[in-house]
C-alpha cells in the first residue's frame, strides 16, 4: 500500500490537474457561444446564395464556365479541415480516419490526388504519411473571419478553374448541437449539387447572366469552404468542452477513490500506533 505521504500527493496533484481542465471547459464553453452564434447567422447567407446561382444557372449553358463542367478525373482534391491543437476528443481522429480511408478505398497511387490541409493537425498527419499537400494553412483564429481564408480559397478555386485538379472534396465536422456533430464529406467542385428551395425566381440580368456567373460561381464555391469552416470550429469547441468535462468528473473521481485510500491508510496507521501504546504500557506492568 501506497504511503500517506504519496497518497496526499497524488490528491494534490490530481486536483491540480482538475483545476486546469475546469478552466478549460469554461474557455471553451465561451468560444462555443461565439462559433455557434457565427455559424448559424451564416446559413441565411449561404441559403440566399445558393437560391440566387441555382435560379440563374437554369438558364445559363453549362459549358460556359469551367466550374460547371465535368471533365475527367485524372488528379482529386481533398480540402480537409482540423484544428491545430488536441485535447478534443475524437474531434480530429474522427476526420482523418473517413478521408484516409476513403483516400486509399479511391486511388491507387499518390499521384492520383493532393490534399488541401486546414490545421496543424491534418498537415502533420498527411506529411508523416508523405502525402502531396497542395496548400496548408495552420494557426487559424478560433473565430475566423472570410479575409483570413480568403487566400485559400480563392487559390483553391483558381487551382480548380486552371486544371490543377478536376474535383475537390470537402471534409469536415458538421456542427448539429454541443453534444451532437458528425463528420461530412461533401463534393464542391465542379459545382453539380446546386439545390435552391424549388422556387427559381426570374432576375433581370445586367450585363447578362453568364458574366455574372463569373462573378458569382468563385463565390458560392469560397462561401461552401467557408461554412465548413465556421461549423468546424463550431465542432472543435464544443468536443473539446465535452473532453474537459469528462476529464474534470474523471479528476474528481479519483480524487474521491484517493482520499478514501487517504483515510483508510491513516486510520490504519493510528490503530497501529496505539496498538503498539498499549502493548508498551502492558510489557511495563
Excluded at 21 to 40: C, D, G, H, P
Excluded at 71 to 78: G, H, S
Excluded at 198 to 227: C, K, R, T, W
Aim: net charge neutral; aromatic share 8%; no cysteine.
Amino acid at each position: 500500500m501506497a504511503s500517506l505521504r504519496e497518497i496526499k500527493s497524488r490528491i494534490q496533484s490530481t486536483k491540480k490537474t482538475s483545476q486546469i481542465t475546469k478552466a478549460m471547459q469554461m474557455v471553451s464553453a465561451s468560444k462555443l457561444n461565439r462559433a455557434e452564434t457565427a455559424a448559424k447567422s451564416f446559413e441565411p447567407y449561404m441559403e440566399k446564395i445558393q437560391e440566387v446561382v441555382s435560379s440563374i444557372a437554369q438558364g445559363v449553358d453549362h459549358t460556359s464556365h469551367p466550374m460547371l463542367v465535368h471533365r475527367p478525373i485524372r488528379k482529386t482534391a481533398y480540402l480537409v479541415i482540423t484544428s491545430d491543437r488536441g485535447l478534443a476528443g475524437a474531434y480530429n481522429s474522427n476526420v482523418l480516419r473517413k478521408v484516409y480511408q476513403d483516400i486509399q478505398s479511391r486511388h491507387q497511387s499518390e499521384d492520383e490526388y493532393y490534399v488541401i490541409a486546414i490545421g496543424r493537425v491534418a498537415k502533420d498527419f498527411f506529411e508523416k504519411r508523405g502525402v502531396n499537400i497542395l496548400l496548408d494553412i495552420v494557426g487559424l483564429h478560433d473565430h475566423p473571419t472570410f479575409m483570413e481564408i480568403k487566400g485559400l480559397t480563392q487559390q483553391t478555386v483558381g487551382m480548380f478553374i486552371d486544371g490543377t485538379f478536376d474535383e475537390l472534396y470537402i471534409y469536415y465536422t458538421q456542427y448539429m448541437s454541443a453534444i451532437n456533430h458528425k463528420v461530412v464529406d461533401r463534393k464542391i467542385l465542379p459545382l453539380s449539387e446546386m439545390k435552391g428551395n424549388g422556387n427559381h425566381l426570374s432576375y433581370e440580368f445586367e450585363p447578362n447572366a453568364n458574366d455574372i456567373m463569373e462573378v458569382l460561381l468563385p463565390q458560392y464555391a469560397e462561401s461552401l469552404i467557408f461554412g465548413a469552416i465556421l461549423e468546424s470550429k463550431a465542432s472543435e469547441h464544443a468536443a473539446r468542452m465535452t473532453a474537459m468535462k469528462n476529464a474534470t468528473d474523471n479528476a474528481m473521481e479519483l480524487i474521491s477513490t484517493l482520499t478514501l485510500s487517504y483515510n483508510r491508510a491513516r486510520q490504519a496507521s493510528i490503530t497501529q500506533e496505539i496498538t503498539e501504546i498499549v502493548s508498551g504500557a502492558q510489557a511495563l506492568e
